[in-house]
C-alpha cells in the first residue's frame, strides 16, 4: 500500500510540474534520409580508360532540437554509408555525433555557443557546411554571438588536439591546429549590406614540437539587392606563413550580378583565385580554406581542394548561371563553367607544364521537385569539355567524354514533438 501511494504521489507530482517546465521549452525532432544515386565518368578526375562507377550512397541524420528560455541545444546523429559496404551479418559501426552544441543566452544580445557546430558564414565560400558531402564538415569549437541595433558581430575559435596528453600539444593530424575568426554585417540601407571578417588557421610544424605557422585571410563581401536585380562582390587577402616556410601572398576577387524576371532568373559572374608562377619567392596561390566548393567551382568538383587541384596555379571562374520556376514545384538550373589557369605550370618530373592556361568548360543541370516542404527531388546531370592543360593537374585523357549523373531524394520533416507558450 505504502509503495502504490508513493508511485501516486510521485506521478501527480510529476504531472503538476510538467506543465511549469513545458511553459518554457521547445523540442524540435528532425529527422533525415536522404540516399543518392551516382554514375561517374571522369568526375573529379578525367577519364583514363576504365570503366564508369555506380553506387548509392546515403546520410541518414537524426537532430534534436531543444530550446528554453535563453538557453539552446542541438544534438545530431548520422550515419553515413554506400549501399553495401558492409557484409550481411556484420554490424559495423559507423554513427557519428555530427553537431552536439550547447548556446547560452547571457544577455538579450549576447550569447556563448560551445561544442561541435558548424560555421557557416558569407555564402560558404570560405566557411561552410558542405552539405553536399554527405557527411558534412563541423569544428569542435567556441562561437560568441552579438547582436546590437543593426549589426551582426560573430568570433569564434577552436584549439584540437587528438588525444588527452600529459605534456606538450604536438598535434599529428592533417588538420589544422588552432582556428579563430572574427565577422561582422552591417545592413547599410534597405539595400545594400556589408560583411567582413577575418580568419586566422595555424598549423602543427612538423619539425618541432610546439611551434605553429599561421595563416590570415581578410576580406570584405558587399551585397547589394532591390526589385529584381541583385550585385555581389568580394575581395580577400591572404597572408601569414606557408608551410613550405613560404611568405603567403595571395588573394581572392568575386564578382556577380543576377537578374530575376519571374519565371526566370539570369546571373553572370567571374572568380579570380591568385596563383604561382615559376621562381615565385612567396606563396601567391590562394587557398580556399573550409569553403563548400562545390557550389561555386561546377558541380563536378574538379576544385573541390584549392590550390592542391590546380597546382598552385590558381583558378580563373567566369559562369552563367539560368533557372526557370515553372511553379512552386518544379525548378530546372542551368550553369555554364569557363576555367583556366591564373598562372601556367612548369612541368615536374611526373606531371607535365602547361602552354596555355584553359583548363575546360562544364555545363551542369539539375531539376528539382518539391513534392512537399519535407520531401524534395533532385536530378542532375554534368559534363566536362576539358582542354589539354587540365591533364598537367588532372592526369588522364583529356579528349575522352567526362559526364556525371545523378538521383537524390531528401526527405526531411521537422517534427515539433512539444511547444509550450
Do not use: C
Not at 3 to 10: I, M, P, S
Not at 98 to 106: C, D, F, K
Not at 118 to 136: C, H, I, P, S, T
Not at 385 to 413: H, L
Request: hydrophobic share 40%; proline share 3%; charged share 20%.
Amino acid at each position: 500500500m505504502e509503495v502504490n501511494f508513493t508511485r501516486k504521489l510521485l506521478l501527480i507530482g510529476a504531472l503538476l510540474w510538467f506543465p511549469m517546465v513545458a511553459a518554457w521549452a521547445q523540442i524540435h525532432l528532425t529527422p533525415q534520409i536522404r540516399p543518392r544515386a551516382e554514375w561517374r565518368n571522369g568526375y573529379q578526375s578525367l577519364p583514363s580508360g576504365q570503366d564508369g562507377a555506380f553506387f548509392v550512397n546515403q546520410r541518414s541524420r537524426l537532430t534534436l532540437d531543444y530550446k528554453q528560455h535563453q538557453m539552446q541545444m542541438r544534438f545530431s546523429l548520422q550515419d553515413i554509408r554506400v549501399w553495401g559496404d558492409e557484409a550481411h551479418l556484420r554490424d559495423v559501426p559507423s554513427t557519428a555525433m555530427h553537431e552536439a552544441w550547447a548556446e547560452i543566452g547571457l544577455t538579450d544580445r549576447f550569447s556563448v555557443r560551445f561544442g561541435r557546430q558548424e560555421f557557416v558564414y558569407n555564402g560558404d565560400r570560405l566557411l561552410g557546411n558542405v552539405d553536399w558531402v554527405q557527411q558534412a564538415r563541423s569544428h569542435d569549437g567556441v562561437l560568441l554571438k552579438y547582436r546590437p541595433d543593426g549589426i551582426s558581430f560573430d568570433v569564434g575559435g577552436a584549439f584540437n588536439q587528438e588525444k588527452e596528453q600529459l605534456f606538450d600539444t604536438h598535434y599529428g593530424l592533417n588538420n589544422y591546429k588552432v582556428l579563430g575568426f572574427v565577422w561582422a554585417q552591417k545592413q547599410l540601407n534597405d539595400h545594400l549590406a556589408l560583411s567582413a571578417m577575418h580568419i586566422s588557421d595555424g598549423f602543427q610544424r612538423p619539425d618541432t614540437v610546439g611551434g605553429v605557422y599561421f595563416r590570415h585571410t581578410y576580406g570584405l563581401d558587399l551585397n547589394f539587392n532591390k526589385d529584381r536585380f541583385q550585385v555581389s562582390g568580394s575581395f580577400y587577402r591572404q597572408s601569414g606563413e606557408h608551410a613550405n616556410g613560404k611568405r603567403i601572398e595571395a588573394y581572392l576577387g568575386v564578382a556577380e550580378a543576377s537578374y530575376t524576371l519571374k519565371p526566370l532568373k539570369f546571373t553572370i559572374g567571374t572568380n579570380y583565385l591568385s596563383g604561382m608562377g615559376g621562381g615565385e619567392r612567396k606563396m601567391r596561390s590562394f587557398n580556399t580554406l573550409y569553403a563548400t566548393n562545390h557550389k561555386f567551382y561546377g558541380f563536378m568538383d574538379y576544385f573541390i581542394n584549392i590550390p592542391v587541384d590546380t597546382r598552385n596555379g590558381g583558378l580563373q571562374n567566369n559562369y552563367i548561371k539560368t533557372s526557370y520556376s515553372l511553379d512552386a514545384k518544379y525548378t530546372f538550373s542551368m550553369d555554364y563553367h569557363y576555367f583556366a589557369l591564373a598562372q601556367n605550370l612548369r612541368a615536374t618530373e611526373l606531371l607535365p607544364g602547361t602552354g596555355s592556361k584553359y583548363l575546360g568548360s562544364e555545363i551542369d543541370a539539375v531539376l528539382h521537385y518539391k513534392h512537399a516542404d519535407h520531401i524534395q527531388f533532385f536530378l542532375g546531370y554534368s559534363a566536362l569539355f576539358a582542354g589539354k592543360s587540365m591533364e598537367a593537374i588532372k592526369p588522364g585523357n583529356a579528349s575522352a567524354y567526362a559526364d556525371w549523373a545523378w538521383m537524390m531524394v531528401n526527405i526531411q520533416p521537422r517534427i515539433l514533438l512539444k511547444a509550450f507558450k
